[in-house]
């Protein structure tokens, strides 16, 4: 238990990290709409501020909020308290890192790719808004809290996306990333309270220890699921994440890439003692990420915008973390040994070691797309490009890297992450491994058709042919990604004495799957011929031509796939046009009948006939008066005498 | 033939009668206003009556605050019909019916 990290308590560490971002945003807010130029630098120090205060507490090895709560009170509902509280375990302290760095690079490179935006301070004061509500995520110590900081990622997103809101596809993209969310996090906010009903408790670790008792939970955990689903775009909500490409290239590496909808697999992890118990929810979730995997790797093949294939390619990596998490480990805990706290069934460890090598080579790639749109003057259609190598050489040799840490070269970070996927798949569950290995196949052969299309041949079209590398702020990043997307991996080989992690994360890293002997042969052998089968098909198949060859030499196939890529969106819009508008409909005419027709009308008609009643008393003739004033007395009369009671 | 209270209550009766069917009946707001007076002077009447065959002075009383009331409205009422009279020109009730809807 380490005390101080330089000097001060761990804790006010974690505080000033989570609040200042939210210190940025406001004074970006409030002060500084009109200076665009200081509000960048205000936002990027703040992500260097978060970036070394996160890993400063990561790796000085300061644990906290596990066994005791470091929590306050926010608010009394009766006998319900809330409590808003810091919960830092290894989980936490690696997705700090992942967020920080990432985060910082994102910013770093946004100074140059933004540059010349108009509403630059509305860009930067979203993303300090981002990172405020990304780490309230990961350090939140229960649901509740998790909840709202959930919402808050999601508002952020939703203001990131839109940011060129004078454009329609924008402004759509953006209200459906909204929607999609709340229905996945309706379903969310349900799980938090069956939950609550259900243990008294929406406290991670006590959820930990009622959990560890054996309860069988499948409803809550698929409810919470549910709220992974919408943030993690899983099918059948992934709607929202190829149109989301509609914001900032920036925005789409560090949000739609590599960290927020890596929170749906964080929460996970995180609930990860209620899973254990709860087999089928578990299997649930393996089919709905391997269904996903395979799903969007289909769908990137015939993508021809660039940043929809990296979008598509998040999908597809986000399903293989979802199915890993769901496959559950290879030794079975025996039934005894439940009582300890630290029991783990669910495939935490290969989730979260994707989800860590997945932020650093998906952010490596989506920041070389930026720095390819930027070269190409906001050219995003990859036909257009081609020829890049030799324009952009930094961008070419680092999208190498990333590209092939996707496709799993050996020695790269993706290798070890995604092998260990496959060799929990082909212990756990055949027909799942098998998908799996046909998505990596995909992820090999759309991967190599962009970065063949993008970079190799000749260039076609003028933009390719005066593209231009960016500044040092653009280039920078890309250098300390594609580093990352080099070692990340190198967790756990030889024995970790490579693993830039240290020893830091052994509570998941100790989780990582790892192949021995046989075994190992195998899923080496698997995965190089997965890789090469992929990666050579791609690269004899497509010419650096500006048509999609596929779509000459198949068009069927290519046709298939492109009503594979559009038919959820189909049957979205198929449903909100036969089901939902004409029961909108439905119900606005029961409104206009009962509510506004029979109670708002009709007591306005009611009190209009009275009134309509009483001016025909007033004639304006004094007798008339007169005659009223006699009835009232004779009334009054018969009242005082007793003749009416 | 002797005077009792039956004979001060039915002329009080018989002048409120007057007064009241006259506030009813006529036009002239000035006649109304002098029915008026008349229905306050004959519950005057029916008081003194009750006074003097009571032997107390509590209807006494009253009337002087009756009396002292009614003086006070009629220079009141009296301006108003003046002034009516100098705005409309007329003073028939069933010319004044600007309350009308």
């Known amino acids: 238990m380490i005390n101080s ?44 501020v978060v970036a070394a205060g996160g890993l400063s507490l990561a790796f000085s090895g300061a644990r906290f909020g596990v066994n005791e709560l470091q929590q306050a009170e926010w608010l009394h509902l009766g006998s319900f308290t809330l409590s808003l509280g810091i919960k830092f375990d ?70 990131l996306i839109n940011h060129y809101h004078q454009k329609q596809s924008a402004a759509d993209a953006s209200k459906k990333a909204f929607i999609a969310n709340r229905v996945g996090d309706f379903g969310f906010l349900l799980g938090i309270i069956a939950c609550y009903y259900a243990f008294g408790t929406v406290n991670l670790t006590e959820i930990g220890t009622v959990a560890a008792g054996g309860v069988s939970a499948n409803v809550i955990a698929l409810l919470l699921f549910c709220g992974a689903v919408g943030k993690s775009a899983q099918v059948p909500l992934h709607v929202w994440l190829p149109d989301a490409m509609e914001g900032p290239t920036p925005v789409s590496a560090l949000i739609h890439a590599a960290t927020m909808v890596a929170a749906g697999i964080f929460m996970l992890c995180r609930i990860e003692p209620l899973f254990a118990a709860s087999p089928i929810a578990l299997d649930v979730v393996t089919w709905i990420g391997a269904a996903t995997a395979l799903y969007a790797a289909l769908c990137a093949i015939t993508q021809s915008d660039i940043k929809k294939v990296l979008a598509y390619s998040t999908l597809s990596q986000l399903g293989y973390m979802v199915a890993a998490f769901g496959l559950g480990r290879l030794d079975v805990v025996p039934e005894g040994a439940s009582g300890s706290l630290t029991f783990i069934t669910a ?23 930026g720095s390819v749109i930027h070269g190409c003057h906001h050219e995003q259609n990859i036909f257009k490009m081609g020829g890049l190598w030799k324009k952009m050489p930094l961008t070419f040799i680092t999208f190498t890297l990333g590209v092939l840490a ?41 991967m190599v058709r962009l970065w063949k299309l993008v970079f190799i041949g000749a260039p076609r079209s003028d933009e390719a042919s005066h593209a231009h590398e960016g500044g040092i702020s653009m280039t920078l990043p890309l250098i300390v990604l594609a580093v990352l997307s080099v070692v990340g991996g190198w967790a756990t080989i030889f024995g970790g ?10 509570q998941i890293f100790s989780q990582i799957p790892e192949a021995h002997g046989a075994d190992h042969m195998t899923i080496l052998i698997v995965s190089i011929i997965v890789m ?8 004899l198949f497509y010419k650096s031509e500006s048509t999609d060859t596929l779509a000459a030499k198949a068009p069927t196939a290519f046709c298939s796939l492109n009503c594979l890529q559009g038919s959820f969106d189909t049957i979205y819009n198929g449903y909100v046009a036969k089901v939902q508008q004409p029961f909108a409909k439905a119900l606005d005419l029961t409104e206009r009948i009962l509510i506004s027709g029979l109670i708002i009308r009709g007591l306005a008609g009611v009190t209009g006939l009275v009134g309509l009643g009483a001016r025909a008393l007033h004639t304006g003739s004094l007798h008339t008066y007169v005659y009223w004033f006699l009835g009232g007395a004779a009334i009054l009369w018969a009242f005082a005498g007793g003749w009416i009671n | 033939m002797t005077v009792g ?49 009571n032997q107390t002075m509590d209807g006494n009383v009253f009337v002087f605050f009756i009396l002292t009331v009614a003086a006070a409205e009629v220079a009141v009422g009296l301006a108003i019909i003046v002034a009516l009279f100098r705005r409309r020109q007329t003073i028939q009730v069933e010319e004044l019916n600007a309350l009308k809807n």
């Open chain 1, 5 to 48: 990290v330089f000097g001060y308590s761990p804790l006010l560490i974690a505080l000033v990290t989570l609040l200042t971002p939210l210190a940025s945003a406001v004074v970006i807010a409030l002060f500084l709409r009109r200076a665009g130029g200081i509000a960048s630098l205000v936002s990027t120090l703040t992500a260097a």
């Open chain 1, 90 to 159: 290894d989980l936490s302290a690696l997705m700090i890192s992942i967020v920080g760095v990432v985060g910082l690079c994102v910013h770093v490179f946004s100074l140059g790719y933004m540059h010349d935006d108009e509403a630059k301070a509305r860009y930067f004061g979203g993303l300090s808004i981002f990172m405020f509500s990304m780490l309230g995520i990961v350090l939140a110590d229960n649901l509740f809290m998790i909840f709202i900081f959930w919402e808050l990622v999601g508002f952020s997103s939703y203001v």
């Open chain 1, 347 to 369: 495939g935490a460890g290969a989730a979260m070691f994707h989800l860590t090598t997945h932020a650093f080579f998906k952010a490596l790639m989506f920041l070389g797309s």
């Open chain 1, 406 to 446: 996707i496709i799993g070269m050996p020695g790269l970070a993706g290798f070890f992450s995604k092998d260990a996927i496959l060799y929990l798949a082909m212990e756990n569950n055949t027909p799942v491994f098998v998908i799996l290995a046909i998505s990596a196949v995909l992820t090999a052969f759309y």
């Open chain 1, 497 to 506: 004495k490579l693993s830039i992690y240290g020893d830091k994360f052994a």
């Open chain 1, 532 to 539: 090469t089968l992929g990666a050579g098909a791609a690269l």
């Open chain 2, 5 to 53: 209270i039956n004979e001060y209550l039915y002329l009080s009766a018989i002048l409120f009668a007057i007064g009241f069917f006259g506030v009813l009946l006529r036009k002239n707001t000035l006649v109304i206003y002098m029915c008026l007076e008349l229905m306050l002077v004959a519950s005057t009447v029916a008081l003194v009556a009750f006074s003097h065959f």
